[in-house]
C-alpha cells in the first residue's frame, strides 16, 4: 500500500496538508458547540464555491451515499423519475430509483458523446410527468461531461426537480448551482476536492425540501434520509456522531481551493486536460469520446494487443503507479487518466505521460514522437 503515486479518477492524490489535519486533536463533535460551527462554516464555505445559497450538508459516507439518499427522500412508491443515461453512472441511477419503489423512465443517449439538450426537450414535449430526473455532471468511467447549463433549467421549466451527481466535476468544472437550477447536488471528498473517501457534500433546494416534507410515507431508513438534517444548526445537534478527522482534513482541501481560488483551479484542470487530449491523439491513440470531453478525466482506448488491464498491471509492478481501467462493458479496452485535483497539476500529468509512453513502448506500441514533448507543445 505505501508510497504508490495514484492517478485515478477519485480517489486522488492528497497534500501534505490535507493529511497533516487528521493528526490534529479533536473534541467530541456531539456535545461540542465549537464543533458545529466549524461544520457550518465548513458547509457555507462549500456553498459558496459551488454558488448556492441552498444548505449544503456533509454526510458521513462516500459519494454513493449521496445518490442512494436522494432517491430514498425523494422517493414514494410508483414515482416516475426521469433517469439521463449516457454513461454507466448514468444508467446507473436506475438501480437506485427501483430499489426505493420509484418507476423508471430511461432517457438513453450513446456514451461518446454529451446528452443533447435539443433531443431531451423534445422528449419531454410528449412525456413530462416525472417528481425528478437524475443526471451526471461527469460520467468518470467515459469522462462524458453533460451541459448543466442547459439540462437543468430546461427541467425546472417543466416542474421536475433535478438531481445531480457531480462527485467527478465539482470544483475541477464550472458549476453555478444556483444559476442552473439545481435542487440536489452531489459531490465527494476524494475527486477533485483531493482530500480522503469518506464525505458526500450535498445540497437540497427549498423546492427538495418541500417535496420531502410532502410526502404521504415514511422515509425508508435512517442514515439516507435527507430530512434528519433540518435544523441541525439551530438544535446544535446533529442526526450522528460526526467524523470529525474527516471533516478537518476536508475543511483543509476546501481552504485549498479558496486560496488557490476556484477560478484557477478549474483553468488549470482546463488547460491540462486539453493538452493531454491533444497529446495522447497525435502520438496515436484514440480517445473513447467524440464530443464532451471533461476536465477531470480522459478515457483512452488501448489497443487489444496490449489490453487496458495488462497495462495498468505492467505500470503498477513497474512503477508503483495506480491508474485504472474502466468499468463494465469497456473494463478491458479504456484507461482512464485522472487529472483532477491534486493531479491536474503539471508535475503529476507530465511524470504519468511519461510513463504511459515508456509502458506502452516496452509493451510493444509505436507511437508517433514524444508524449511529454506533444504535452508541453499543446500546453498553454
Ligand atoms: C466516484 C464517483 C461516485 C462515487 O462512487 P465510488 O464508490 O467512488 O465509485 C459517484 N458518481 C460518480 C460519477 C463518481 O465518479
Known sequence: MNNKIVYTPGPTNVRENVRQARFIKTTNPDIDVDFVEFYKETCDALANLIKTENDVYLLCGEGILGLEAACASLIEKGDRVLVIDNGIFGNGFKDFV?????EVVLFSQDHRNSINTDELEKFLEYDNDFKFATIVHCDTPTGVLNDLSTICPLLNKHNILTVVDSVAAMFGEKLLVDEWKIDIILGGSQKALSAQPGLTIVSLSEEAKKSIKNRKTNIIGFYCNLSIWDNYYENKHF???MPISDILSLRKAVDNIIEDELENVITRHEKISKATRRALSEYGLKLFLESGFSNTVTAIEI???IGALNLVNYILNTYNVVIGTSLGEYK???????????????ES????LNILEKSLTNLGFEGNGCLVNLFNKYYE
Open 303 to 305: 489497443p487489444k494487443e
Open 332 to 346: 478491458n479496452s479504456l484507461l482512464r487518466l485522472g487529472h483532477m485535483g491534486e493531479n491536474a497539476r503539471l
Open 98 to 102: 427501483s430499489m426505493y419503489g420509484g
Open 239 to 241: 442526526p450522528y456522531t
Open 349 to 352: 500529468i507530465i511524470y504519468i
